[in-house]
């Protein structure tokens, strides 16, 4: 049985794979915590701290890109034999053809409802860069989630501004939260909109642990 086929079976029988490397989570948000538990048994957290405005691009796909890689390689140093996982979320909409406007994590509560006002009755792609950064090399990635909300009225996104969700979240909002009546439509994986696309991250150590298990059987 190779390493790449051991996590696999043991996740469809419902238990967390068993990764032949250590894994740093690179972010201290609770929700990519706890969705990378669904499939590492154990990881230390070591959030990275960097100048995320420096890093921003005019595509929210590169500006997801570089954010992620940014991260794994700013905690990497710390943990030299360790797979640094590093994420970042940008939620964007259209707003001419080929032209995206970036929401970030709102400032203030005017700012959390302007963005809710920008996403009213309108689609968004919430995409999710994610970075792995370890002995063997680095890699990033995108995952886009495309999230259509009906519109909202001005008193629903003051409600929901004052319960104070919306202020740690890309786009001012949380699927898995109040803004989840608002959502009527999801066409991509909705961990991803969360904050980690688990089964694409899967595969990526997966296809770590097979090159790793390979290395090994060649020494040997």
Request: hydrophobic share 40%; aromatic share 6%.
């Amino acid at each position: 049985m190779t390493e790449r086929t051991l996590p696999s079976l043991k996740r469809q029988n419902g238990l967390v794979p068993a990764w032949p490397f250590p894994i740093v989570l690179a972010s201290a948000s609770p929700r990519r915590a706890e969705l990378l538990s669904k499939i590492a048994p154990e990881f230390t957290v070591d959030p990275a701290h960097l100048d995320e405005d420096a890093l921003t691009a005019r595509d929210p796909w590169q500006t997801a890109e570089n954010l992620s890689l940014a991260k794994a390689l700013e905690v990497r140093p710390r943990h030299p034999e360790a797979v640094v996982v590093a994420g970042d979320t940008v939620v964007a909409y259209e707003e001419c053809p080929g032209v995206y406007v970036q929401l970030a994590k709102p400032e203030t509560e005017e700012d959390a409802a302007r963005m809710l006002r920008a996403l009213s009755g309108r689609a968004h792609q919430v995409i999710t860069g994610v970075a792995l950064a370890s002995p063997w090399g680095r890699e990033a990635f995108c995952v886009t989630s495309t999230v259509w909300f009906r519109p909202i009225s001005e008193d629903e996104v003051w409600e929901y501004v004052r319960t104070g969700e919306p202020m740690d979240k890309a786009g001012a909002y949380a699927i898995q939260g109040g803004a989840a009546k608002w959502v009527e439509r999801v066409d991509g994986p909705v961990d991803n909109v969360i904050g980690l696309p688990v089964d694409e991250l899967t595969l990526r150590l997966e296809r770590l642990a097979d090159y790793l298990a390979s290395t090994r059987a060649t020494r040997d």
